[in-house]
Each structure stands twice: as C-alpha cells, then as structure tokens.
C-alpha cells in the first residue's frame, strides 16, 4: 500500500474516471492543455489522527485524514460562464460521492462541500470547487 495521500489519490480519480458525465479527469488542478467541461482532483491537506492509533502484534495501523479539492471546469474565463451548468454539474459529483462512499479501496468518504461561483487562475477558466475529507489509513510493521 503507498502513501495516504496516492491511495486516496488513485482511487478518487479511477472513481471519477468511471462517470463520463464529469469529462476528461485530470489528478492536478495545474492542466496546460485542459479541455472543458473537465474535473481535477489534487491534495491539500493530510492530518493524522492522533491517538487512534491500532496496535496489532507488531503491526501499528494509522489513520489519516485527507483532504482533496475536486474542481468542475465547465468554461473558460470571459466566455458566457453559464451558472447554472457549473451547479448541475458539481450536483451531480456531489452525488457520486455521497452515492460510493466506501468505492475507494482502503478509505471512507466523510464529509463534501461545494463553493459556486468559483474562478480558477491557474487554468484561465471558471466552474464550482468541491471539497472532499477521506478517512485512510497506513500500517507500520515494528521490527
């Protein structure tokens, strides 16, 4: 098992991946050729969970959290930006994730947030930003 951080990862954008609804999926909100309507997925925050830990024989098992931001690029900058395109469409992930909480090999999904009405400066374009909390964990082996 890799990193909190790359299971999460993997598996969020191998969910989204599977929803043609949601357009090309990209794992980094930084896309020089990205291509509307379009998700991109990439971490902000990991927080262990102190003193949850499991110990297990030798095995100590701790838990993270991880926080992604999942953006819904539905046009670019100065183009007719169509409002309610951008809320359908943030809906409709909202609903996927709601809807597989536990599709994530090894992670739960907590908690998920929308913000509207967002621009994205790195991509030149503008959509709706969601903010997804998973519950992970990784094992350590005492030798």
């Given at each position: 098992?890799?990193?909190?951080?790359?299971v999460?990862?993997?598996?969020?954008?191998?969910?989204?991946?599977?929803?043609?609804?949601?357009?090309?999926?990209?794992?980094?909100?930084?896309?020089?050729?990205?291509?509307?309507?379009?998700?991109?997925?990439?971490?902000?925050?990991?927080?262990?969970?102190?003193?949850?830990?499991?110990?297990?024989?030798?095995?100590?098992?701790?838990?993270?959290?991880?926080?992604?931001?999942?953006?819904?690029?539905?046009?670019?900058?100065?183009?007719?930006?169509?409002?309610?395109?951008?809320?359908?469409?943030?809906?409709?992930?909202?609903?996927?994730?709601?809807?597989?909480?536990?599709a994530?090999?090894?992670?739960?999904?907590?908690?998920?947030?929308?913000?509207?009405?967002?621009?994205?400066?790195?991509?030149?374009?503008?959509?709706?930003?969601?903010?997804?909390t998973?519950?992970?964990?990784?094992?350590?082996?005492?030798?």
């Amino acid at each position: 098992m890799g990193s909190p951080v790359t299971v999460v990862m993997t598996g969020m954008v191998a969910l989204l991946q599977a929803d043609p609804t949601l357009g090309t999926v990209y794992s980094r909100h930084n896309v020089a050729d990205l291509e509307v309507p379009a998700t991109t997925v990439a971490p902000t925050a990991i927080r262990p969970r102190s003193g949850s830990e499991m110990v297990c024989g030798s095995e100590t098992i701790m838990p993270w959290d991880v926080t992604l931001v999942v953006r819904v690029h539905t046009s670019y900058a100065g183009a007719i930006a169509d409002q309610n395109t951008a809320v359908v469409f943030a809906d409709a992930l909202i609903d996927k994730l709601r809807a597989n909480l536990d599709a994530i090999d090894g992670a739960h999904i907590l908690d998920v947030s929308a913000e509207y009405r967002q621009s994205f400066e790195e991509s030149d374009t503008v959509g709706a930003q969601v903010t997804v909390t998973v519950l992970t964990h990784s094992h350590y082996t005492q030798e």
